[in-house]
């Protein structure tokens, strides 16, 4: 059984900066799915980064340029580096991973939420 915990999260000026971690325990993530979410009140769940199994990264249009994902297989931590950051980025952020690397298959595992398996508890961003 994997958890995962997100931290990082917290409030922020607008072409600030900030680095969401995740870590994980039950079992090695170098061979997972992985990705990061966002939920804004009141908005759908949006995927904003995914990174498969093979470290092919995929990224939402609205945070092309200014959000990067990685993970460090030693820590087994997945990280979103956000810079940049403006006021539409306010949101709740979630990161998820699943044993399937199909999912993330094509780049297109930013639009496979309800496909992740383990998910985080989430680490609030607020930009003002």
């Known amino acids: 059984h994997v958890q995962l915990v997100e931290s990082g999260g917290g409030s922020v000026q607008a072409g600030g900066s900030l680095r969401l971690s995740c870590a994980a325990s039950?079992?090695?993530?170098?061979?997972?799915?992985m990705a990061w979410f966002r939920q804004a009140p009141g908005k759908e769940r949006e995927g904003v980064a995914a990174l498969d199994s093979d470290r092919t990264t995929t990224y939402a249009d609205s945070v092309k340029g200014r959000f990067t994902i990685s993970q460090d297989n030693a820590k087994n931590t997945l990280y979103l580096q956000m810079n940049s950051l403006k006021p539409e980025d306010n949101a709740m952020y979630y990161c998820?991973?699943?044993?399937?690397?199909?999912?993330?298959?094509?780049?297109?595992?930013?639009?496979?939420?309800?496909?992740?398996?383990?998910w985080g508890q989430g680490t609030q961003v607020t930009v003002s």
């Open positions: 998820a991973a699943d044993r399937d690397a199909g999912i993330c298959s094509g780049g297109y595992g930013i639009n496979r939420g309800k496909f992740f398996y383990y």
């Open positions: 039950g079992h090695s993530l170098s061979d997972y799915c």
